[in-house]
């Protein structure tokens, strides 16, 4: 069976600091791997997906993840953290062979940025 | 492209009576729809697979005649929630699938149940 852990449910960074978010999977098969942002009261926006090739994917906001599969790992890093940043993020995974296309959710990270 | 939007965005309803949530996918086709429960400051649960055309697959421990999932159209998922009662109240999230392997959100509905 599928999980996503997502180390830390809270992670606060300065204006301008590195913003790194922990996602780790456990799956028996390569799985597809998303990030998403959520912010108060709305729904989920994706930010960027590994599914097949290249393994550093590049996202929307200026957010970048690394797919390591000897680390079973999708963290989520920005060089420079805004104050627009402030969100919950979502690690989620499926898996491509099951044909039901659904997710399994980490319990998310809310990211504070102080000025 | 890929927007999902949902209405109501805020409904407020009395014990007993049933609430309708439509989840509608703008620009493009959606043969699957999922329904998500989503607690204060937690995680998104899914409720439910809905698929264009044919009965809903509900997640274990979801009560299927509280939770109606109708998806009458390529672009239009609806939700019941039957009775509602205090209890029920959430924030409620939709889904569409957009191609092979991604999810697009709508913005969500928070259900109050009086």
């Known amino acids: 069976a599928q999980s996503v852990t997502q180390l830390g449910s809270h992670v606060s960074v300065s204006e301008g600091a590195l913003v790194l978010l922990r996602c780790n999977y456990s799956s028996s098969v390569p799985p597809y791997l998303f990030w998403y942002v959520q912010y108060p009261n709305q729904g989920l926006q994706l930010l960027l997906k590994y599914t097949t090739g290249a393994t550093l994917v590049k996202g929307i906001n200026g957010f970048e993840a690394e797919f390591k599969k000897s680390e079973t790992s999708f963290h989520l890093t920005k060089p420079s953290a805004h104050m627009s940043d402030a969100a919950e993020y979502f690690c989620?995974?499926?898996?491509?062979?099951?044909?039901?296309?659904?997710?399994?959710f980490g319990t998310g990270t809310r990211l504070k940025v102080l000025a | 492209g890929a927007v999902v939007s949902q209405h109501p965005s805020w409904v407020i309803c009395k014990s007993g009576t049933s609430v309708k949530i439509e989840c509608r996918s703008l620009?493009?086709?959606?043969?699957?729809m999922f329904w998500y429960r989503q607690f204060p400051k937690q995680s998104l649960m899914l409720m439910a697979t809905?698929?264009?055309?044919?009965?809903?697959?509900?997640e274990q421990g979801v009560e299927k005649d509280k939770f109606l999932i109708n998806h009458a159209s390529l672009t239009l998922s609806t939700l019941t929630v039957t009775s509602a009662h205090p209890e029920d109240s959430s924030f409620y999230i939709c889904?569409?699938?957009?191609?092979?392997?991604?999810?697009?959100f709508g913005p969500g509905t928070r259900l109050t149940v009086l």
């Open positions: 989620a995974v499926s898996d491509p062979r099951s044909g039901t296309y659904k997710y399994i």
């Open positions: 889904s569409a699938r957009y191609g092979t392997d991604t999810q697009y």
């Open positions: 620009d493009f086709q959606a043969t699957t």
């Open positions: 809905s698929n264009e055309g044919s009965k809903a697959t509900y």
